[in-house]
């Protein structure tokens, strides 16, 4: 969801640099960037172990927490260019799609608003023990459209979230936002999209082809 069909990890590294700031630590973009995608229980986890003892989760998560739903309701969480066009195509054709994020299901709602209803199914971090980069998410998400894992398609823009889909046995294609392709990116991805108008495009001429053969 986030970076992928939200554009929010602008303004969501803002608020944990900021939250981090009040607690007395310094997040850096580097080390951020080593966040994406990763469940809260899991980047929480990372920071406490940089920070060490003095890093208090519980406060840290309060201003966090806060600080995102000012953004969202500013209006600091828009669209993607392409997640409506893409979620549209997939809609006319018929094909189950199924959102899985490290996000929680409120932060969904949040975010998505009426858009979260073009999904089939929605798994999120609430749905399993282990967040991102391990397979949990993914492989409960496939459960959840009654396929195997291998039969989807995952679309990522971060490091977490593409381990995640490959450890479940899932194809995948990227469209990077904050985090670039780095050659571990490169090699465990089918290929890589500046957008998701160009995954649109893609998929919808390699499904037009496979309809003409059948026919």
């Avoid at 927490?65 to 969480?77: F, L, N, S, T, Y």
């Avoid at 977490?160 to 990077?176: D, F, N």
Wanted: charged letters at 20%; glycine letters at 8%.
């Amino acid at each position: 969801m986030d970076g992928l069909l939200v554009d929010s990890e602008r303004t969501t590294r803002q608020v944990w640099q900021s939250s981090t700031a009040a607690c007395g630590f310094v997040l850096s973009d580097d080390v951020y960037l080593t966040l994406i995608g990763l469940g809260e229980e899991e980047a929480e986890a990372v920071l406490a172990s940089r920070f060490g003892d003095r890093f208090v989760v519980p406060a840290f998560r309060e201003q966090r927490v806060a600080g995102m739903r000012e953004v969202i309701a500013a209006g600091g969480a828009p669209f993607k260019p392409g997640a409506r066009e893409i979620l549209d195509w997939v809609g006319t054709l018929g094909i189950p799609v199924g959102l899985a994020t490290s996000s929680r299901l409120e932060e969904v709602h949040e975010r998505l608003g009426p858009v979260a209803n073009a999904f089939t199914t929605i798994t999120t971090r609430d749905n399993v023990r282990r967040g991102k980069p391990s397979p949990d998410i993914y492989v409960a998400a496939a459960a959840s459209l009654g396929v195997e894992p291998a039969e989807c398609l995952a679309l990522e823009d971060s490091l977490a979230g593409i381990r995640s889909a490959t450890a479940a046995g899932m194809p995948v294609m990227m469209v990077p936002d904050l985090a670039q392709p780095t050659p571990e990116m490169t090699a465990l991805v089918v290929a890589v999209f500046a957008t998701l108008i160009d995954v649109r495009d893609a998929l919808s001429a390699a499904w037009a082809g496979e309809t003409t053969e059948e026919r």
